[in-house]
């Protein structure tokens, strides 16, 4: 270790040493020794050591240190390289700040803990930790803000706030999603993600945490359930039953409760709150849906579930209805571990798809998925996949439905995810008869808004156009006709295709 330190200690110390190579940078830790820090006297006269074993510091400047309750450095750290999973961050951050050096986070053992640090750059703000050891000489805990806790125990905490908040499991996981960045070209390199622009606008940051934020070197995933119906056996029959009822619009489970990005957003953004008041100031940011994150990376790696072959991630114990949403933070937090994975022998999923969107086991083309079709394709819908889609207006729920283990999936607790009314089992004449004011009506609060009037209108007629494949209504027919002057010429469009529709079933 070759360093420089030019600090100002406050509380009777003065510093300004030279830490030369090989040197133990005992003076900069002198002070605990002189402190009435309230740690015991059986605390070990430390030394830079438990630092130095994680960060491999070349060089390393604190031009000034400033002692409060326990220690704060307000320092640069000058170019350096520590544990391989965030040496990709460290790149990541000097890179895209411009830095001539790397400016890293600090990041430890999980036996470790840290205390406040902040480093500062060229006038930008790079938080990160500096981490102190635990176990290896404060006999387990730290004392930050006069509050003890360990890694362990604020993971611990952070499970129960997170059941408080209706949450029904956190996981913690690095930044290091390297592996998945092949997948990730891939996919978009054959054009899976069709017009979702959002998904290739961003490249290779999707899959790089600490690029997207910087100073990350944590993320604390959630997971939360959203299924409302009560979870007895057989509700997936229930679900099924509804895609034979060809006269009436089957929306998507998740999207019959109250837009769950608010939702998430909501308890994540309390969740950090409550670690603020424990802990003290720290950098983070919440995410559910929102940003260019490659969820189900980082929920499989902190333990959330397995990628089951429909590419959604599930879990033994709640099958795979729920959402996932993440903090990310600049705290080093202990990890949780990856599940193992369940599916077997089993392709139920990949069977079932009424569109073969799913090409392969874990290779979904989204432009064949239904999901995208309704929700976020603004165009014509290919005229080969219409009468596949059924009566599904609004996203698909096949590939889950068929699972074997959302046997298990758990019922929301929460009011926010019920089902609101006129969700279920309407004919499709009222859904297209909404005009547009009754459409933003009937979807306030609720993720469908967001597809527009237009969008609603060009899934209901697709489902009145398969029903009438399969019968003759003249209801459907009607209320058909009285679209066929729509301004919109996507709406015309869907409506022409659905009343030839019949001629289909008579076989002109
Ligand atoms: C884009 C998107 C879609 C697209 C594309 C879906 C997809 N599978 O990519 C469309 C519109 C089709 C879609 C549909 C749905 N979605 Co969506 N969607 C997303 C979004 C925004 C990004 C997903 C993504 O990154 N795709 C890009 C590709 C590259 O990712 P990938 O398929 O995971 O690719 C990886 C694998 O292929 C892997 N891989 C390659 N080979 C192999 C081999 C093995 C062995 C393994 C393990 C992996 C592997 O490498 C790739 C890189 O990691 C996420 C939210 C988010 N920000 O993450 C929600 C999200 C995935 N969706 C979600 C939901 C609920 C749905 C729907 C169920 C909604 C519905 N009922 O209609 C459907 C399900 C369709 C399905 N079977 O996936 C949830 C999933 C929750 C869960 N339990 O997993 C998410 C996480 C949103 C959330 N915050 O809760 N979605
Ligand atoms: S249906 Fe079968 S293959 Fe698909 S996710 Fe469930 S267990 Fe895995
Ligand atoms: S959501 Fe529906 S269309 Fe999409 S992959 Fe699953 S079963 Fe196929």
Not at 100 to 108: D, E, G, N
Not at 169 to 186: N, Y
Request: charged residues 20%; contains cysteine; hydrophobic residues 40%.
């Amino acid at each position: 270790m070759h360093g420089y330190v030019a600090g100002h200690i406050r509380g009777n110390l003065n510093s300004n040493y030279q830490i030369c190579h090989r040197r133990e940078s005992k003076y900069i830790f002198r002070p605990f020794s002189q402190l009435k820090t309230g740690l015991r006297k059986d605390v070990a006269k430390t030394s830079v050591i438990p630092f130095g074993s994680v960060a491999k510091t070349i060089k390393i400047e604190v031009p000034y240190l400033e002692l409060r309750q326990v220690v704060q450095f307000n320092h640069v750290i000058g170019w350096a390289s520590y544990r391989s999973e965030n040496a990709q961050s460290t790149q990541q951050v000097a890179y895209e700040r411009g830095f001539a050096r790397p400016k890293i986070p600090l990041y430890l053992d999980i036996s470790l803990l840290y205390v406040g640090l902040t480093c500062q750059t060229r006038g930008e703000q790079f938080r990160s930790r500096l981490v102190f050891p635990a176990k290896t000489f404060y006999n387990g805990c730290v004392k930050i803000n006069s509050t003890q806790f360990s890694g362990d125990q604020l993971v611990s905490q952070l499970q129960i706030w997170a059941m408080e908040l209706g949450f029904s499991q956190i996981g913690v996981t690095g930044v290091d999603l390297s592996t998945s960045e092949p997948g990730l070209i891939d996919w978009l390199d054959k054009g899976f993600h069709g017009d979702m622009a959002y998904m290739s606008r961003h490249g290779l940051k999707r899959a790089r945490p600490a690029e997207l934020v910087p100073g990350t070197v944590s993320v604390i995933t959630v997971r939360m359930d959203y299924l409302s119906t009560p979870a007895r056996s057989g509700w997936q029959n229930v679900e099924f039953d509804r895609l034979s009822k060809v006269n009436e619009g089957v929306i998507s489970v998740y999207a019959r409760g109250r837009d769950y990005h608010k939702v998430m957003r909501i308890r994540l953004q309390r969740l950090a709150d409550m670690i603020t008041q424990r802990i003290g100031p720290f950098g983070y940011r919440v995410f559910t849906d929102s940003a260019p994150v490659l969820e189900a990376e980082l929920a499989v790696r902190s333990g959330q579930g397995w990628r089951g072959k429909h590419t959604l991630v599930l879990d033994r114990d709640s099958g795979s209805m729920f959402f996932l949403g993440e903090i990310f933070v600049d705290i080093a937090l202990p990890t949780s571990e990856p599940v193992s994975e369940h599916c077997g022998i089993c392709t139920a999923c990949i069977g079932i798809c009424p569109t073969q969107a799913i090409l392969a086991p874990y290779k979904l083309d989204a432009r064949r998925c239904i999901s995208y079709l309704t929700i976020e394709h603004e165009g014509a819908i290919p005229v080969e996949l219409r009468p596949l889609m059924g009566n599904r207006i609004y996203g698909c729920d096949d590939c889950q439905l068929i699972c074997p283990w959302n046997k298990f999936a758990r019922r929301s607790e929460l009011p926010d995810f019920a089902e609101r009314a006129g969700m279920t089992g309407v004919h499709l004449t009222t859904l297209f008869g909404w005009t547009e004011a009754e459409f933003l009506f009937n979807t306030q609060g609720s993720a469908i808004r967001r597809i527009g009037h237009v969008r609603w209108l060009r899934n209901v007629a697709i489902a009145i156009g398969n029903a009438l494949r399969t019968q003759d209504d003249q209801l459907l027919v009607d209320a058909l006709l009285q679209r066929m002057d729509h301004p919109n010429a996507l709406v015309r469009e869907h409506v022409t295709w659905a009343l030839e529709s019949r001629a289909e079933r008579r076989g002109f």
